[in-house]
């Protein structure tokens, strides 16, 4: 299992559109995902949990993957949430 902090970069936060497409991203690996911020964890794969979040520009959150391409999962949400991809 692998598990990084990642400062939030998009300019709007993770609102419904950048959720959305965070989504579609963390589906397309077999990993297990998850996404923490302020003591909730919720299934990175979920909308409605990752809606509950409401995570702003800047917020620290962690990302957590568990499986066979953990690393390439990580990397990829990192890229998205830093504004990168």
Do not use: C, H, W
């Not at 936060?13 to 397309?28: K, N």
């Not at 297990?32 to 409605?48: C, D, G, H, T």
């Not at 509950?52 to 520009?57: D, K, N, P, S, Y």
């Amino acid at each position: 299992m692998l598990k990084k902090t990642i400062t939030i970069g998009l300019s709007s936060g993770l609102e419904a559109r950048p959720v959305a497409m965070l989504v579609q991203i963390a589906s397309q690996f077999d990993s297990q995902i998850y996404v923490e911020n302020n003591n909730a964890r919720v299934n990175a794969k979920s909308i409605m949990g990752m809606m509950t979040l409401g995570m702003g520009a800047g917020e620290d959150i962690t990302v957590s993957a568990d499986g066979g391409d953990e690393q390439e999962a990580l990397d990829n949400i990192e890229k998205y949430l830093k504004g990168e991809k």
